[in-house]
């Protein structure tokens, strides 16, 4: 069964980096083709996809967030990361990451609380 | 790129069927076969329920049914239960990213 888990600050300062790893468990990050993925939700809002990462390192991004993202892998590590820059209140929401197989995202981390504030 | 467009909230008695609409573009839900559709319980972590248009991953009830006819996909639900009150988020690929809707607010009476 593959799990997923986020680990990183839960607090950002304005116009600072968030930073955000997702560790994959019970597969290799290798195996299958999978893209590796990032989503998140604001409080009381809905789901925003963000961007996603091939095991090649192939990434896509949301073109609205686009300017700001970085979204990388580390096979030796099993896992993959989240970079956002110069953030704001606006990015305040539960970041999830996930696996997307199936062409859907079908195996999520439980997701992790990064809030924006001095 | 906008998000794609679901009514807000959808109502209907346990045993009832009900239909979710997600409006999209000849850009992403009128290009691709690629349609998924997610449950949100409160505080918990999205489920997928259909993907790419109407297949159900292992363990998905049936009354479960994804369908689409041109810019329009749905999400349909049979035999409507108290479980099945939550959230629900279609998502469509649009090349090279994907887009989700605003989601819908299931209340079952």
């Known amino acids: 069964q593959v799990q997923l888990q986020e680990s990183g600050p839960g607090l950002v300062k304005p116009s600072q980096t968030l930073s955000l790893t997702c560790t994959v468990s019970g597969s290799s990050i290798n195996s299958g083709d999978y893209y590796w993925s990032w989503i998140r939700q604001p409080a009381g809002k809905g789901l925003e996809w963000v961007g996603r990462?091939?095991?090649?390192?192939?990434?896509n991004y949301n073109p609205s967030l686009k300017s700001r993202v970085t979204i990388s892998v580390d096979t030796s590590k099993n896992q993959f990361s989240l970079k956002l820059s110069s953030v704001t209140a606006a990015d305040t929401a539960v970041y999830y990451c996930?696996?997307?197989?199936?062409?859907?995202?079908?195996?999520w981390g439980q997701g992790t609380l990064v809030t924006v504030s001095s | 790129q906008s998000a794609l467009t679901q009514p807000a909230s959808v109502s209907g008695s346990p045993g009832q069927s009900i239909t979710i609409s997600c409006i999209g573009t000849?850009?992403?839900?009128?290009?691709?076969?690629?349609v998924s559709w997610y449950q949100q319980h409160p505080g918990k972590v999205p489920k997928l329920m259909i993907y790419?248009?109407?297949k159900r991953p292992s363990g998905v009830s049936n009354r479960f049914s994804g369908s689409k006819s041109g810019n329009t996909a749905s999400l349909t639900i049979s035999g409507l239960q108290a479980d099945d009150e939550a959230d629900y988020y279609c998502?469509?690929?649009?090349?090279?990213?994907?887009?989700f809707g605003g989601g819908t607010t299931v209340t079952v009476l």
């Open positions: 996930a696996r997307e197989g199936v062409s859907a995202a079908d195996y």
């Open positions: 998502c469509s690929y649009a090349g090279s990213f994907w887009l």
């Open positions: 790419e248009g109407s």
């Open positions: 000849s850009s992403d839900v009128g290009s691709y076969d690629l």
């Open positions: 990462v091939y095991t090649s390192g192939r990434t």
